[in-house]
């Protein structure tokens, strides 16, 4: 089956700072990939996603870039703040295998003021 | 607001009780899942359910049990049988037979042994 894995498990950023979170994913099937963003004590929260035909895909300070060759895919976040602090994972899912999703383990993003 | 609702927010068992949790959506979804999450840890398949009265086992169904007589319900019972029950358990729903879709998410139940 599909197995993802998400690097780093922490990471620290000044605010204002860039982050960048990666992941890899091992079925050449999958072709969607969402990235969830998890507060303290709350569920995931969808924050961007990408498909397998596009490259790359942004949402103001967010931003998504897909390498099928290479199986890997990165979450990107720039001029960083305080409120972006949050624990975010990375999925996939195989094609055709009913939404069933794939996590990473989660990274651990703290912005310092 | 359509959205998924759990209850409770803090749950805490009993050795040899059978606990369950609800989770409510009224997002007119067809596919629900449970997941369960421990510290540092990403996210665990329990059950799935595609449509009402049907569910498949996830990757650690052992020790729990699901049913799906409603779309809008898919309350999990976590039995005696599973011995380290202690985390946090996460709802979510998806639109279903369409693929690559995203799941929504539930604001979790926090089950802790007495």
């Known amino acids: 089956g599909e197995n993802v894995e998400q690097h780093p498990s922490t990471l620290s950023v000044q605010e204002g700072d860039s982050a960048v979170i990666k992941c890899t994913y091992s079925?050449?099937?999958?072709?969607?990939f969402p990235w969830y963003k998890q507060e303290l004590g709350k569920g995931p929260q969808l924050i961007i996603d990408?498909?397998?035909?596009?490259g790359e895909k942004k949402d103001q300070r967010i931003a998504v870039t897909l390498n099928k060759t290479a199986k890997h895919f990165s979450l990107h976040i720039t001029e960083t703040q305080p409120e972006d602090s949050a624990v975010y994972f990375c999925?996939?899912?195989?094609?055709?295998?009913?939404?069933?999703?794939?996590f990473g383990s989660g990274t651990k993003l703290n912005v310092k003021p | 607001d359509g959205g998924i609702t759990q209850s409770p927010k803090y749950l805490f068992r009993k050795e040899g009780q059978n606990v369950t949790l609800s989770c409510e959506q009224n997002?007119?979804?067809?596919?629900m899942y449970w997941y369960r999450q421990d510290p540092g840890q990403g996210l665990r398949l329990i059950y799935y359910?595609?449509?009402?009265?049907?569910?498949q086992k996830g990757d650690i169904a052992e020790g729990y049990s699901v049913s799906r007589e409603k779309k809008e319900s898919f309350p999990l019972t976590v039995t005696s049988a599973q011995k380290n029950p202690t985390a946090f358990y996460l709802c979510?729903?998806?639109?279903?037979?369409?693929?690559?879709?995203?799941?929504?998410f539930g604001d979790g139940t926090r089950l802790s042994i007495l």
């Open positions: 997002l007119n979804h067809d596919a």
């Open positions: 990408i498909r397998s035909n596009v």
């Open positions: 999925a996939a899912t195989i094609q055709y295998n009913f939404n069933k999703f794939y």
């Open positions: 979510a729903s998806s639109p279903g037979a369409v693929s690559n879709q995203p799941q929504h």
């Open positions: 079925d050449s099937a999958s072709n969607y």
């Open positions: 359910s595609q449509i009402v009265n049907d569910f």
